[in-house]
């Protein structure tokens, strides 16, 4: 491999793997190909931006032209795909676009690639596609049972790539990975989200009783995991990246507040999402044979996650304006108004 297009490079994982790729194989060219919807933002590229190993390419891995002269152009020897709509309560709210990129899109990429010879083809999926687990947890050869238009798009993107590679021979691989957090996340999902609203004092809206578990994996250990099995993982296989750190939500909830010297008393209980996951957990044998380690000091990450959200409010408080409030207020605002404090 020497060219490699990521998908989805401008994302919150996606740009983590392009900072990691770009620095650690300063031989490959990384060629980023995004959309730059709401969750893309080329802020996320800015320790690399200047890298003569780097590009970037607009355009929507939906539409095949632009996939093709993306390939065409840059020799492109492998795909990495990260995009996708990735955020379980937009595809509640509205399942089409999840269908269009996290399904569509997949199909285009794996057709473009078979028809161009693309050597390898990286599908970076969840453990949301497993469903939930009440006790011990999931292998990569359990059935998929997903729970939400979210991770049902996922999964179809998942068999359209287990097909080609069935039918056509094709070098394809995939992660899923667990609940991740860090740096450059969005601010929807969970932990961003605390975080950011806790820094201004706003109400935390904790669904149901807060007692579902999740499994949290740092983003730069979930990079280096695909970034191993896009190397040396076998053709056709499916490998788990977990961060095996099992925490209740609302035990994550209260750690936020205590390292953000907040009280709480910001802590509001709110109506549950529809078909909530009760508990996720990977066994990630598979991968730990090939070499895998994560860093397991969750406490002293998610003090430094929070450190960074505090330290660049630049990145986070541009983004908390016009779609996202409209959003937000969509989500939240009624089931705040009826929430029960902490």
């Known amino acids: 491999m020497k060219n490699i297009l990521v998908t989805g490079g401008a994302g919150f994982i996606g740009s983590a793997f392009v900072r990691h790729m770009v620095q650690t194989y300063p031989h490959y060219t990384i060629v980023v190909f995004d959309k730059l919807t709401y969750a893309g933002n080329l802020d996320n ?26 390939l065409e152009e840059y020799q492109i020897d492998a795909i990495v795909n990260f995009a996708a709509e990735s955020h379980v309560d937009r595809s509640i709210m509205n399942s089409h676009a999840f269908l269009e990129t996290d399904v569509i899109g997949v199909y285009v990429l794996l ?43 996922k999964a179809g993107g998942e068999m359209m790539v287990r097909a080609y590679h069935v039918t056509h021979g094709m070098h394809t691989t995939v992660t899923r990975g667990s609940n991740t957090y860090g ?27 807060g007692k579902q578990v999740r499994d949290w994996l740092y983003v730069d250990d979930h990079a280096r995991a695909i970034d191993l099995v896009l190397h040396v993982g076998a053709p056709g296989e499916v490998y788990n990246v977990g961060g095996e750190n099992e925490h209740h939500n609302i035990d994550v909830t209260r750690r936020i507040l205590r390292l953000l010297g907040k009280p709480e008393s910001l802590i509001r209980f709110v109506a549950d999402r529809p078909g909530h996951d009760r508990r996720y957990a990977l066994d990630c044998t598979k991968i730990k044979a090939l070499g895998w380690q994560r860093n397991d000091d969750f406490e002293s990450l998610l003090a430094q996650t929070v450190a960074w959200y505090r330290q660049n409010e630049w990145w986070w408080r541009k983004i908390k304006t016009g779609e996202y409030l409209e959003y937000y207020k969509q989500q939240y605002a009624q089931r705040l108004a009826e929430a029960k404090s902490q």
Do not use: C
């Open 45 to 70: 590229l800015l320790p690399v931006h200047d890298e003569p190993n780097y590009r970037f390419v607009r355009g929507d891995i939906a539409d095949a032209q632009a996939v093709r002269r993306a």
């Open 183 to 209: 740096p450059y996340q969005y601010p929807e999902k969970m932990m961003s989200l605390f975080i950011t609203e806790a820094i201004d004092d706003r109400p935390l809206p904790v669904y149901g009783d």
């Open 111 to 153: 057709e473009q690639a078979r028809q161009l010879g693309i050597k390898r083809f990286h599908q970076v999926s969840t453990d949301e596609v497993y469903g939930w687990i009440a006790e011990g947890a999931f292998k990569e050869t359990d059935p998929l049972q997903p729970n939400n238009p979210y991770s049902a798009a």
